[in-house]
DNA sequence: TAGTGGTCTAGACCACACG
DNA sequence: GTGTGGTCTAGACCACTAC
């Protein structure tokens, strides 16, 4: 039965294995537009016998298509085709207007607090935020950032004692850069750095994607007046939403 | 026998399936340092006795690691703690001077080009390089780009037919920004973005990573002079090696 | 109740690395 | 040859969705 999947698959047989032949035809359907944004694909069980091959190797095809992003499967419902339009945010600015870029793009943004606490600064926010060693106690937030119903980053940030303590109600309700800029706090300027990371088991809970899909990373520190530290953080949001922009003039 | 592994992993049975309890059980050890970077993990079978599971389920656990990025498995030799520091990127450039950066931190650079030939131009090339649409002809290149014996990053680039001609023997050998330089072209803007996708089947193969792991994509459009489009394409590189950095002043 | 995807098992065979 | 990870099978049971 294998051979004759393989012969049925167009292969040489011993070049890539059958779940990689099988995910990269059914990649092939689905650009092809056989399926669909948001259409159904044949169970597992119909799609082995379509293929002649065990539902263990089926469900490995699938898992490759899954970590490419092509579909995403509910239990109990069956294998989706995946679409998306990504939103854009623009690096220009220091902290991102999210609830800002979120309305203009068509999604109604909000947030979700995990977490507000006084902590130890670690090294790392001491440096960052140039903070003296005596005062080294930071406000620690963590809160999910949602697009609709679709949670898409998590924001993690350090606030220094006095600016979290004064701000502690409206930081955990609303967007960083909205309540900090209608507090009279301006920002003028960042160093950002972006880099790619796969979820790991706890962010995949948070953001509700598979484990190990690609997010991006912004780290920021954002400064006040001449170039006073003020806030830093990161925000962890799924590839698959957004995408930064910039331009250069040199 | 598959409670006595739930027991011993102290769990409530019920919550996270085995090989997430497992992956993450590896993962803490891991990072608690019982495994050095570069350090061999226990065979599949050896694991599979310690945790009291069958191979699969292992397997499993194992994938986990290797989509966060934490293991990577060699046939014949075993599994294996992956470590490694990015290479930061400036993107205040608009095109990424790689061989630069790569050599400051400690890499030899070098390209291998997998195309360039003389092609239609796409629509979308057509309007970010502002072409008429009668010399709708562009020089399309491909090209990889090694940290040493490491593949980092897979660069497409499209030019213009007349430059892609007068310089395609030294955009073919070398990194395109010098090449550039040194053939009297100077950038002097540029329209950039970032994103994350995960790896296809295709671009897994020419990175030499596992299918779907975080890549980042630098897509640019480069001018000269008076803000002419002059070259365009994008980076896509592995998120385990690459990272881009900016600043802002507002 | 029927159908779906999620988990897990036990076992087979293969390809590769190393001694 | 021995040990390793890679592929694939056949089958069991579970949890969830829908009717």
Redesign the interface.
Known sequence: MASLSMVSLGQNADK?PLH?AI??KL?AQIEAGRYEPGARLPSEFDLGETFGVSRTTIRRAIA?LT???LVTTQRGKGIFVSGRQ?I?FS????LMQFDVALREQGHMGRVQSLRFQLVDASPEVVRKLALSSQSAQVYWQEKIIYAGDCPVALEIDYFPQQLGETLAQPLQQGFTYSTLSMNGIQ???????????????ELSEYLAVP??????VFNYVAYCGDRRPTICGQTLSR?DW?????????
Chains 1, 2 share one sequence.
């Open positions: 890539p990689i995910s990269e990649k490759n970590q490419q992003g990504k854009s690096m220009s600015n220091p920002l003028n300027g960042a160093k950002v750095s972006l880099e790619g990371v796969p979820a790991t088991y484990l190990g899909m690609p997010l991006l590839s957004t995408c930064y922009t910039s331009e250069f003039e040199l």
